[in-house]
T-cell receptor, first 115, second 114 residues
Framework: AQSVTQPDIHITVSEGASLELRCNYS??????LFWYVQSPGQGLQLLLK??????LVQGIKGFEAEFKRSQSSFNLRKPSVHWSDAAEYFC?????????????FGTGTKLQVIP | DVKVTQSSRYLVKRTGEKVFLECVQD?????MFWYRQDPGLGLRLIYF???????EKGDIPEGYSVSREKKERFSLILESASTNQTSMYLC?????????????FGDGTRLSIL
C-alpha cells in the first residue's frame, strides 16, 4: 500500500533562513508527487508537483522540491523564508499511470516563522 | 481560477441528525472528492466520484454517503451524526476524468456534533 511520511510535525525557522521539509513515500510504481500548503482557516493550495522528467521541480512562492528515487524522498526547500510562509505543509503521493489511483497525504508539517 | 465552494464554513449539529455538506465547483471538473482532516492524521479520503451518479469508497466511508446528481455538485451526507464525526471536511475537484492531476480544494467546513 502507498504511504507518505512527514517526520517533522512542527518546525520553527527564523525569517530569512533556509527551509527544508522532509517527505518520504512508499509506492510500488512511478509516483506522482505533490506538495500542498494550507494557511489557517483555508483549504489546501498546490505548491508544486512531480510527474516525470527533471527531478528538481520549481513551484510557486519560491519553493522547490527534489525527487530522489533512490531515497524515496521528495523534500521541499526554500532558500529564504518569509513570515507569510507560516502554514501547514502536506506532501502527497498518487498513482502515476493506469488511470486514477487515490492520492495519499502525509500528516503534515506545521511551519512557524519567527522574526 | 478554479473555485471550489463549500456551503458552510462552520456547522453545529446534534447527535443523530442527518447532515448535508455541499460542495460546488465551477470548472467543469469530472473528479470530486471528500476528505476529513484531523490533527495528526492528515487528510483521509471518505468518498470520491469521477462522473455524475458515480461514487467510489475511499479509506473511511463508514457512516457517510455521497450524492452526485450534477457534474458541478458533490454532497456528503452523514446519515446519523455522531460525536466522532466532529472534524474539518474538505472538498476537492480535479480533471481530467480518472487521472491524478492536482486537486483544487475548498476552504473546508468545520463540523461540530454535540
Amino acid at each position: 500500500a502507498q504511504s507518505v511520511t512527514q517526520p517533522d510535525i512542527h518546525i520553527t525557522v527564523s525569517e530569512g533562513a533556509s527551509l527544508e521539509l522532509r517527505c518520504n513515500y512508499s509506492y510500488g510504481a512511478t509516483p506522482y508527487l505533490f506538495w500542498y500548503v494550507q494557511s489557517p482557516g483555508q483549504g489546501l493550495q498546490l505548491l508544486l508537483k512531480y510527474f516525470s522528467g527533471d527531478t528538481l521541480v520549481q513551484g510557486i512562492k519560491g519553493f522547490e522540491a527534489e525527487f530522489k528515487r533512490s531515497q524515496s524522498s521528495f523534500n521541499l526547500r526554500k532558500p529564504s523564508v518569509h513570515w507569510s510562509d507560516a502554514a501547514e505543509y502536506f506532501c502527497a503521493v498518487g498513482g502515476g499511470s493506469g488511470g486514477y489511483q487515490k492520492v495519499t497525504f502525509g500528516t503534515g508539517t506545521k511551519l512557524q516563522v519567527i522574526p | 481560477d478554479v473555485k471550489v465552494t463549500q456551503s458552510s464554513r462552520y456547522l453545529v449539529k446534534r447527535t443523530g441528525e442527518k447532515v448535508f455538506l455541499e460542495c460546488v465547483q465551477d470548472m467543469d471538473h469530472e473528479n470530486m472528492f471528500w476528505y476529513r482532516q484531523d490533527p495528526g492524521l492528515g487528510l483521509r479520503l471518505i468518498y470520491f466520484s469521477y462522473d455524475v451518479k458515480m461514487k467510489e469508497k475511499g479509506d473511511i466511508p463508514e457512516g457517510y454517503s455521497v450524492s452526485r446528481e450534477k457534474k458541478e455538485r458533490f454532497s456528503l451526507i452523514l446519515e446519523s451524526a455522531s460525536t466522532n464525526q466532529t472534524s474539518m471536511y474538505l472538498c476537492a475537484s480535479s480533471s481530467p476524468r480518472g487521472t491524478n492531476q492536482p486537486q483544487h480544494f475548498g476552504d473546508g467546513t468545520r463540523l461540530s456534533i454535540l
